[in-house]
Structures are given as structure tokens and as C-alpha cells.
Nanobody, 118 residues
Framework: QVQLVESGGGLVQPGGFLRLSCAASGFTLDYYAIGWFRQAPGKEREGISCISSEGNTYYAGSVKGRFTISRDNAKNTVYLQMNSLKFEDTAVYYC????????????WGQGTQVTVSS
């Protein structure tokens, strides 16, 4: 079966850090772009980062300089390192696979909760 599974979310204090993982199974992510999205309560889902199949990276202004996306094709996994976390980073974080960054996603994970609270 084709599946994306996010992990690594949790509760963290402002200024803290987390590393999210997006693990693919049933397909090889080498030829896919993987995007990270988040949805906070009462807000629309927003794209925050993406890494292309070529390794090019993109970041939303709200996370640029704080978050880093990377991929390990040998592990069939994409990561999102989140540093200097803020209250407004609280959301459910999703990863999605597409042929190109920010194009139509073919697969979505079920999400992992990130809560930033003091």
C-alpha cells in the first residue's frame, strides 16, 4: 500500500525545537517533491516548506530561517527540523508528495500535532 506517515510532533516550549519525519512506504520518494503543510485551528492549510526531487528547497516567509527541510532517499524519509518555535507554529503538520513542489499532491499523510506552549 502507498502511505506517508508523519511523526515527531509533540508539546514544546517557545524557543524549543522538534524534528518531524515523513516516511514513505509502498513507493519510492526519490522522484517526488515532498511538501510540509500545516493547519492551525480556525485557519486554512498553508504550505510552509517543500523539497523537490532534485533537492531544491523552498520555505514560507513565516518559517524561513527557523525551519530546515531535508531528505534521505536511502531511508525513504523527509525531515523538517523546526527551531525557535513560536506559539503561532501550533498546528497539525502534514506531509504530501507531488511531482513538483506546490503542484497537486498525490499522497498525504494523516498529520502530526505540534503544540507550542509555555
Amino acid at each position: 500500500q502507498v502511505q506517508l506517515v508523519e511523526s515527531g510532533g509533540g508539546l514544546v516550549q517557545p524557543g524549543g525545537f522538534l524534528r518531524l519525519s515523513c516516511a514513505a512506504s509502498g513507493f519510492t520518494l526519490d522522484y517526488y517533491a515532498i511538501g510540509w503543510f500545516r493547519q492551525a485551528p480556525g485557519k486554512e492549510r498553508e504550505g510552509i516548506s517543500c523539497i523537490s526531487s532534485e533537492g531544491n528547497t523552498y520555505y514560507a516567509g513565516s518559517v524561513k530561517g527557523r525551519f530546515t527541510i531535508s531528505r534521505d532517499n536511502a531511508k525513504n524519509t523527509v525531515y523538517l527540523q523546526m527551531n525557535s518555535l513560536k506559539f503561532e507554529d501550533t498546528a497539525v503538520y502534514y506531509c504530501a508528495a507531488s511531482r513538483l513542489c506546490y503542484r497537486e499532491s498525490e499522497y498525504w499523510g494523516q498529520g502530526t500535532q505540534v503544540t507550542v506552549s509555555s
